[in-house]
């Protein structure tokens, strides 16, 4: 009988539309339903019904190491006009021992509010991280 175990963490990828999809973290990847309370004045309970209201999506966040002559993460920001932007659909993989992926995040229309660049030490053996923050308005779940 085999053993099961958690997936751990550590491998997975990305297809956010560019040309390296190697990062090393995703994070943002929830999902939460308002809640709408309402109560009729004739209601006899002393309490109000609670019903699901919209749903919010956290923004995901998107850290690899700079690589030279790879600016595609500021290129995409660098879309952003007045009231237009290119959105994107990405997936996001948990993958298992044999690079299938076991879990799938899909997200809608995904598009970048925030790019941050390495912090700099002169002292430090550290790697270069930019970040990429997306927000978008939808994410499924899907297991393989």
């Known amino acids: 009988m085999a053993a099961h175990y958690p997936m751990p963490a550590y491998h997975f990828t990305v297809n956010w539309g560019g040309t390296r999809t190697g990062f090393s973290e995703v994070s943002g990847l929830e999902s939460e339903v308002e809640v709408s309370e309402y109560r009729e004045g004739s209601d006899p309970s002393q309490h109000a019904r ?10 995901i966040v998107l850290k690899r190491g700079i690589m030279k002559g790879d600016n595609e993460f500021f290129a995409w920001m660098n879309t952003i006009q007045l009231n237009t932007v290119e959105r994107r659909d990405i997936t996001i993989s948990l993958l298992d021992e044999n690079h299938a992926p076991i879990m799938v995040w899909q997200v809608r229309n995904a598009f970048p509010i925030k790019y941050s660049g390495p912090i700099l030490v002169a002292n430090s053996s550290e790697i270069a991280i930019e970040e990429l923050v997306l927000t978008h308005e939808g994410i499924m779940v899907q297991t393989v």
């Open 50 to 59: 609670k019903m699901p209201g919209l749903q919010k999506f956290g923004n």
